[in-house]
């Protein structure tokens, strides 16, 4: 077994005792970059010498005795909107090459702070929403299982880092599904904190009132390890959550035994893009949660078109608000694709904006009714498996089924289940209650060790 298989936390083991080093490990991974990174395009930055000289100082605090928590010595890398002092944070895009950060952003910050190892910044779409494109500084990056697929976006090198076998996770982000939608595709873990548990001090911002932070990794435990390190609250950013923080790891072996699942079978049942591999992920995942003896049962939602529908006009408009004045003045520097997309901003007035969000507050409070009955959702997140370059719907029409819950900013999972006959990945996606990520971990830990 390379260390490549290991967990984060039986790496942390192995570092403890003696049997690895920090630097050993991320010398590893920056050899696997090295051999395979020039055909997926995960990275578009790597920090070799900066790597291996913080791996040191970690090997040298673990010899004194001085252990920061389970991330000391294990190399992660960034999607590029997050700010790290010294570099720059491109977004992917011409605008910002020379865009050079003057502080960490709060994640960076924190993750140093556990000792975690950063390896460099990664591909992401355009400003995280213009992808993924050849019009571009960098490639877009490729899913790693294919990689004349896709990986999704607008967190693709997070996603394609994590399956490539570079890293056990990566920080992502999401507004209307940029973490679920990339990971359900190259078969790894999404998670989506709630609304305000994770800082976005430092984060180039997509939709305000949209954007989550959160990892991207290969199993569900390390993606509750590295939410462990990410989460609290920072006073910075006005949107974070003044909650207490709780162990992510305590419950994810518990079962889900006597947990109420409630499934919107009629957000995605009718839909016209639905496989039938997807709608038979989800059946069988229903199936292992039932035969485990949780409680499973259709619920009744909105529909589905109401949620995707308010959060396309919350997130166009505060979209084209960060970037008017450089849509007006720089046009020509932004990818095609990009363009597109943004410049439909200007056609979203006031009232628009104000009735988004007032059906936003509706359909919240929607979703928070139904768990006073169930103790998560289930429901599908890809429609298909992931789509090649050539083949590619625009984004807009892809079918991932993730923005609901940034809409409401409830925390969601996605999980793989399986593979379709194509070889590439299937997956769900769990829902839990405000600020109970734990349960919503715990359930898909249970449907992951199933697959």
């Not at 079962?255 to 919107?264: A, D, N, Q, S």
């Amino acid at each position: 077994m390379s260390l490549a298989d290991l967990s984060i936390l039986e790496l942390a083991r192995l570092l403890r005792a003696g049997s690895v080093s920090s630097r050993e490990i991320v010398a590893d991974a920056l050899d696997r970059i090295a051999e395979r990174d020039r055909q997926i395009h995960a990275f578009i930055r790597v920090e070799a010498e900066a790597a291996l000289g913080f791996a040191g100082e970690c090997d040298a605090e673990l010899a004194r005795g001085v252990d920061r928590g389970p991330l000391h010595g294990i190399p992660y890398a960034l999607k590029d909107i997050y700010d790290v002092a010294g570099l720059p944070t491109t977004c992917h895009s011409k605008l910002r090459l020379d865009a050079i950060a003057t502080a960490d952003s709060a994640v960076a910050e924190r993750l140093r702070q556990g000792g975690a190892v950063l390896l460099g910044k990664l591909a992401t779409h355009e400003f995280a929403f213009g992808g993924p494109s050849f019009d571009l500084p960098f490639p877009p990056a490729r899913n790693p299982l294919d990689p004349d697929r896709i990986t999704g976006g607008s967190s693709s090198g997070s996603a394609a880092a994590v399956a490539a076998g570079f890293v056990r996770f990566a920080p992502g982000s999401c507004s209307g599904g940029s973490l679920r939608g990339p990971a359900a595709w190259c078969g790894v873990v999404g998670l989506k904190p709630t609304y305000g548990r994770v800082s976005r001090r430092g984060v180039f911002p997509l939709a305000w009132t949209l954007d989550h932070c959160g990892p991207i990794a290969r199993t569900v435990e390390d993606a509750a390890v590295a939410l462990q390190a990410m989460a609290g609250h920072d006073a910075a950013d006005p949107g974070s959550a003044d909650v207490p923080v709780p162990d992510f790891t305590a419950a994810l072996e518990a079962g889900v035994k006597g947990l109420r699942i409630g499934v919107p079978r009629h957000f995605f049942r009718d839909h016209a893009g639905l496989s039938d591999e997807a709608s038979g992920a989800i059946e069988a995942a229903i199936a292992r949660l039932r035969a485990a003896d949780a409680t499973v049962a259709d619920v009744e939602l909105p529909e589905q078109r109401l949620f995707a529908a308010c959060g396309r006009v919350v997130m166009t408009a505060e979209m084209f608000s960060i970037h008017q004045e450089h849509l007006r003045t720089r046009l020509a520097d932004y990818g095609q694709a990009t363009v597109n997309r943004f410049v439909l901003g200007a056609t979203v007035g006031a009232a628009d904006y104000i009735n988004a969000q007032r059906l936003r507050s509706k359909l919240k409070a929607a979703v928070d009714e139904t768990f006073q009955q169930y103790d998560a959702l289930l429901t599908v997140i890809s429609l298909s498996t992931a789509p090649r370059f050539d083949t590619a719907p625009n984004a807009s029409a892809w079918g991932i089924q993730a923005n609901a819950f940034n809409v409401t900013g409830h925390p969601a999972i996605s999980v793989p289940v399986g593979l379709a006959a194509d070889g590439m990945p299937l997956a769900v996606q769990v829902i839990g209650r405000a600020f109970d990520e734990a349960t919503a971990l715990r359930i898909a830990k249970h449907l992951e060790s199933c697959a």
